[in-house]
T-cell receptor
């Protein structure tokens, strides 16, 4: 079956760095997305990785290793507004999007 | 770019009535649109996938006669919740993409409360 695993919840301190991991097992692979979802709001797109390596976008970076079925989202210089759920999602061979359950990130001052 | 507009943002209706939710892609052509439902503190749940000009594909357990989806153009899809009941109260979110490997862009969601 297809499966995406990510931690349920993480806590970090304002100004620090946090890494949210995601492992996946899918029928084929056409890329991995990270989304941010604040409570009561719709998800917003953060990043897309289809090739191995690190993609940097401001304070946020996303890494992919296809051979390991692994990705992480790295958030630097954490701000209180970064408190949200972070969703990992993969495109399988049929371009169906498989969602992880999300990681709730709590930022403490 | 890649803006998806969803309307209304919230709606309260009486049990037994129908509610229509619109989803529009404002600056791109959405070949595929997706409708999700999310209950409080739970994950996104895909309800159905719709391609322009064809019938929607519903996920297992989603009643197609209750949740009517129309994707009449490349920029508009609608979800109609028919004969709504209190258990249909939820956060409904549409999303759209122009190509298979494009990111999904989400509307702001519609919070439906059925009394």
């Amino acid at each position: 079956g297809q499966n995406i695993d990510q931690p349920t919840e993480m806590t970090a301190t304002e100004g620090a760095i946090v890494q949210i991991n995601c492992t996946y097992q899918t029928s084929g692979f056409n890329g991995l997305f990270w989304y941010q979802q604040h409570a009561g709001e719709a998800p917003t797109f953060l990043s897309y990785n289809v090739l191995d390596g690190l993609e940097e976008k401001g304070r946020f970076s996303s890494f992919l290793s296809r051979s390991k079925g692994y990705s992480y989202l790295l958030l630097k210089e954490l701000q209180m507004k970064d408190s949200a759920s972070y969703l990992c999602a993969c495109l399988d061979s049929n371009y169906q999007l498989i969602w992880g359950a999300g990681t709730k990130l709590i930022i403490k001052p | 770019g890649a803006v998806v507009s969803q309307h209304p943002s919230w709606v309260i209706c009486k049990s037994g009535t129908s509610v229509k939710i619109e989803c529009r892609s404002l600056d791109f052509q959405a070949t595929t649109m997706f409708w999700y439902r999310q209950f409080p503190k739970q994950s996104l749940m895909l309800m159905a996938t719709s391609n322009e000009g064809s019938k929607a594909t519903y996920e297992q357990g989603v009643e197609k006669d209750k949740f009517l989806i129309n994707h009449a153009s490349l920029t508009l899809s609608t979800l109609t919740v028919t004969s709504a009941h209190p258990e249909d109260s939820s956060f409904y979110i549409c999303s759209a993409r122009d190509r298979e490997n494009s990111p999904l862009h989400f509307g702001n969601g519609t919070r439906l409360t059925v009394t």
